[in-house]
């Protein structure tokens, strides 16, 4: 387990040879919500990624010199959609989904578009999402 602080947090563009890796870490994480609810297909998890995989649109999160994470954002005239967003199980509850959230509201709103986003009503990431919408959450 990695102990550094988030201010060693990098963020980078993917390029096309990141495209399995994410995949990967796409169907790590999904892995515990999907099963729980009786949906889990790890070959369709990976082709939705790699069939929709834009590199321009997706960064990679760092944490010293192991993978953290990635997210997609795509940007369209009139908002931001976070497609894709996936912390590694073992970097997940360090504080690195709401500073990169914290990171997006400023860019959306320093664009002046919302961010849109899609997630399982009974995922946790559902409730991620939701806890940073709360006046005073560290997303803000």
Do not use: C, W
Not at 26 to 50: C, H, I, T, W, Y
Not at 57 to 70: R, V
């Amino acid at each position: 387990m990695v102990n550094l602080p988030l201010t060693d947090l990098n963020v980078y563009s993917a390029s096309p040879g990141d495209a399995q890796m994410l995949a990967d870490i796409r169907v790590e994480s999904m892995l515990a919500s999907l099963e729980a609810l009786n949906r889990f297909d790890p070959v369709r998890a990976r082709d939705r990624f790699l069939s929709t995989f834009e590199e321009n649109d997706t960064f990679i999160l760092s944490l010293g010199d192991e993978i953290a994470g990635f997210y997609v954002l795509r940007t369209y005239p009139e908002y931001f959609y976070l497609d894709h967003f996936y912390i590694k199980n073992q970097f997940q509850g360090k504080g690195i989904g709401s500073m990169v959230i914290k990171g997006l509201k400023a860019q959306a709103s320093a664009s002046a578009k919302p961010i849109r986003l899609i997630a399982l009503k009974e995922s946790p990431a559902n409730a991620f999402y939701l806890s940073l919408n709360r006046p005073g959450n560290p997303g803000d």
